[in-house]
């Protein structure tokens, strides 16, 4: 098996699970409070990673700055799809959400320079038409 096949799955599982809690979190409370009990979440895991380290982590300028721009970007990602998931079925929001792949794989081929076979290609021109008729 590929090494990146297990994370992968592990990803898809826990992202599967965080696309469906929401929408019950947020019976209880309004998106923007939410967010900070995520937040919460995420920080004694984060502590929890920093333990394994042996409370080291690396310093790079360069790659600080941008994982701090991703936590940003998830931070607020995480508040729009609560917002969404507080408004509508989760069954569409979840499935229109997670299509993010579709930008994520284009910013990829433009800047990156990275490739698609054309069975790849297909693939994600298929996620956008489903994408369309789930949004209709």
């Known amino acids: 098996m590929k090494e990146w096949i297990l994370p992968t799955l592990g990803a898809m599982f826990f992202w599967g ?6 929408k019950i979190t947020t019976r209880y409370l309004q998106p923007s409070h939410a967010i900070v009990y995520e937040v919460a979440g995420g920080i004694v895991l984060a502590a929890i990673v920093l333990w394994l380290n042996g409370f080291q982590v690396e310093v790079q300028p360069r790659g600080m700055i941008l994982a701090m721009l991703t936590g940003m970007l998830g931070f607020l990602g995480a508040l729009c799809f609560l917002t969404a998931a507080s408004r509508g079925p989760v069954t569409l929001v979840a499935s229109l959400s997670s299509l993010y792949p579709v930008l994520s ?5 433009l ?3 990275e490739t ?3 069975r790849q290609s297909i693939g994600i021109a298929l996620a956008i038409v489903a994408m369309i008729l789930v949004a209709a």
């Open 116 to 118: 698609l076979s054309l």
């Open 105 to 109: 794989v284009g910013l990829a081929v």
């Open 111 to 113: 800047i990156l320079h």
């Open 17 to 22: 699970l965080w696309g469906f809690i929401p």
